[in-house]
């Protein structure tokens, strides 16, 4: 299983774009890059999910280069209801059978 | 996405008794999987539960400990057993299901023992 390194924490203002970057140098060919999102007492909720270059949802969009070592979430204009915790996951393909959590990265929005 | 229905929301158990969580999914799943997550901490998956079959757990994780049971296709339970205040963390289960929406969870159950 690919490890993936992200930020600890992250603080932004209302209104900017939010940026967050996961190192996943071991990614496999099959494996798929998973951002997910948790709100204090709530389990994880499914972003976005990518295979290579861009995807975009009406949330975020993940920027993947071609050597899909790293990603970036990307998040337009950020709200205080986007404070949260975000994983960055690989290996979450038709072929995985499981998740595995890395440390996450908590952005803080202030107003 | 599927909806995942999970209880207690929280309890407060003594130690050396035993708490069993439920979850229960609004569609047919495969597979299902328990995870444990400390307050502020990263999310440990505890089991993978397959209806018909023992579950598999991870490592650092026992039958005896977590057993789990899987009836259905739409429901799942984890019982935490003969707990200690070490055990006192957050429980949530989750299923997957195909297509690109990934895994949902559970709420979660915040189990404090004492």
């Known amino acids: 299983l690919a490890k993936t390194t992200q930020p600890i924490s992250m603080d932004s203002y209302e209104g900017q774009e939010v940026n967050i970057t996961c190192s996943h140098n071991?990614?496999?060919?099959?494996?798929?890059i998973t951002w997910y999102q948790q709100f204090p007492s709530q389990g994880p909720r499914f972003i976005i999910q990518?295979?290579?270059t861009k995807v975009t949802n009406e949330v975020a969009s993940l920027f993947i280069p071609a050597d899909r070592k790293s990603s970036t979430l990307s998040l337009p204009r950020v709200s205080l209801s986007d404070t949260a915790v975000y994983y960055c996951?690989?290996?979450?393909?038709?072929?995985?059978?499981?998740?595995?959590f890395g440390t996450g990265t908590r952005l803080t929005v202030i107003p | 996405s599927a909806v995942i229905s999970q209880k207690p929301s929280r309890d407060i158990c003594q130690r050396g008794t035993s708490l069993t969580i439920q979850c229960q999914v609004d569609?047919?799943?495969?597979?299902m999987f328990w995870y444990r997550q400390q307050p502020g901490q990263s999310l440990t998956l505890i089991a993978t539960?397959?209806?018909?079959?023992?579950?598999?757990?991870e490592s650092g994780f026992v039958i005896d400990k977590f057993p789990i049971s899987r009836p259905n296709l739409t429901f799942s339970t984890l019982t935490v057993s003969n707990m200690s205040p070490e055990d006192s963390s957050i429980y949530l289960c989750?299923?997957?299901?195909?297509?690109?929406?990934?895994?949902?969870f559970g709420s979660g159950t915040r189990l404090t023992v004492v």
């Open positions: 071991n990614i496999a060919t099959n494996d798929y």
């Open positions: 539960a397959n209806q018909g079959s023992e579950a598999t757990y």
């Open positions: 569609s047919q799943v495969t597979m």
């Open positions: 996951l690989v290996g979450d393909n038709p072929g995985a059978n499981n998740l595995f």
């Open positions: 990518g295979y290579k």
């Open positions: 989750s299923s997957r299901e195909p297509g690109p929406y990934g895994y949902t």
